[in-house]
């Protein structure tokens, strides 16, 4: 006997195939909204373009958020080295991109001294960009060679006056956070310090460590073996607290430089008119990266500080270097090399 399926049955089931779906995609809508956001975006790879080459601080600094701002995101975040001009390849490859999410760019203190250190420059540093957020900072340490008789502040100071040809500090360039950090120390100090630029912080921690330079404002990744070794003797921080790293090195501020604070910093920016909703999503997610163990751990390692916040903390802190960098350059007479 030949058994016959009802006419309704089939449409009863089509219905209740389409209420199931209907009911997953509600359920999986919260998870898509996490990692797409209600514009849909990321749904492809996002370039992070570095303006120095593989290997620097704020190279490994960079692909340490990259991998983990991706997991956040869902999308691979790709590291492209722009290096050239100080950085002003990369930030001008980056004020001329599509302002639409897929192209960010690692903002850092080189950027606001640029400002006023180059006559003319191919991008605005503060019109060309949207901030999206503070990474970290990292200090600089004033290292002397050891077989200098210079043990404390005090006692640079004092050398500084005694010698009548005053000290040499070396720096990784003219208009470098290394050698603004020492013409800062100058202004407020009067000493009469001699600036010798070198092409980068590897040249000119060899001759600092040969003698043939007494003192340089190196940052900090750069210092440490050197000084762990015994091979460079520490004689401040310029960041206004002590680092875990060095305890018993003072800072310039308790060393009778009161308000004395400069650290080289990093940050993640966008191009000029990126939607905002964007913005708002990268700035959560990076501050989501920020507050990872593995991230704080490896940064501490490097001697930075995580230092999270919002688009607006950054927009404002970048403003503030920006004057503050233009009045020692000013008094300096550094020019771009």
Same mark, same amino acid.
């Given at each position: 006997m030949t058994s016959h399926t009802p006419a309704t049955t089939a449409p009863r089931r089509r219905l209740l195939a389409l209420a199931a779906a209907a009911i997953a995609c509600t359920a999986a809508l919260p998870l898509q909204a996490q990692t797409a956001g209600a514009t849909g975006w990321p749904n492809k790879p996002i370039k992070l373009v570095v303006g120095y080459a593989a290997g620097g601080a704020t190279d490994v600094i960079a692909r340490l958020v990259a991998v983990k701002l991706g997991d956040q995101l869902g999308q691979p975040v790709v590291v492209d080295n722009r290096a050239g001009a100080n950085s002003n390849v990369g930030a001008e490859n980056v004020a001329r991109a599509p302002a639409d999410g897929y192209t960010l760019y690692v903002y850092t203190i080189a950027n606001t001294i640029n400002a006023s250190l180059y006559p003319k420059l191919g991008y605005d540093p503060v019109k060309d960009f949207e901030p999206i957020g503070m990474i970290a900072k990292i200090p600089n340490i004033l290292v002397v060679n050891p077989k200098l008789p210079v043990k404390s502040l005090a006692d640079y100071v004092r050398y500084a006056k005694e010698s009548k040809d005053g000290i040499t500090f070396?720096?990784?360039?003219? /208009?470098?956070?290394?050698?603004?950090?020492? +013409? *800062?120390?100058?202004?407020?100090?009067?000493?009469? *310090?001699?600036?010798? &630029?070198?092409?980068?912080?590897? &040249?000119?921690?060899?001759?600092?460590?040969? /003698?043939?330079?007494?003192?340089?404002?190196? #940052?900090? !990744?750069?210092?440490? %073996?050197?000084?762990?070794?015994?091979?460079?003797?520490?004689?401040?921080?310029?960041?206004?607290?002590?680092? !875990?790293?060095? @305890?018993?090195? %003072? $800072?310039?501020? +308790?060393? /009778?430089?009161?308000?004395?604070?400069?650290?080289?910093?990093?940050?993640?920016?966008? &191009?000029? /008119? $990126? &939607?905002?909703?964007?913005? +708002?999503?990268? #700035?959560?997610?990076?501050?989501?990266?920020?507050?990872? @163990?593995?991230?704080?751990?490896?940064?501490? +390692?490097?001697?930075?500080? !995580?230092?999270? =916040?919002?688009?607006?903390? *950054?927009?404002?802190?970048?403003?503030?270097?920006?004057?503050?960098?233009?009045?020692?350059?000013?008094?300096? =007479?550094? $020019?771009?090399?």
């Open positions: 070396a720096s990784s360039g003219s /208009g470098s956070s290394i050698h603004l950090s020492g +013409e *800062m120390f100058k202004m407020q100090s009067q000493l009469k *310090m001699l600036h010798v &630029p070198y092409r980068g912080s590897a &040249p000119a921690v060899t001759d600092l460590l040969g /003698g043939q330079v007494d003192s340089m404002f190196d #940052n900090t !990744p750069s210092a440490l %073996p050197h000084v762990q070794a015994g091979k460079l003797r520490a004689i401040a921080i310029t960041s206004a607290q002590r680092s !875990p790293l060095l @305890p018993d090195v %003072p $800072t310039l501020a +308790e060393s /009778g430089y009161a308000g004395f604070d400069v650290q080289s910093w990093f940050a993640l920016a966008a &191009p000029a /008119g $990126t &939607p905002r909703p964007v913005v +708002e999503q990268l #700035n959560t997610a990076l501050n989501k990266v920020l507050a990872l @163990p593995e991230v704080r751990n490896r940064l501490q +390692e490097l001697a930075a500080t !995580p230092d999270s =916040g919002t688009p607006d903390k *950054m927009r404002s802190f970048a403003a503030a270097e920006i004057k503050r960098w233009r009045e020692v350059v000013k008094a300096s =007479g550094a $020019t771009a090399e």
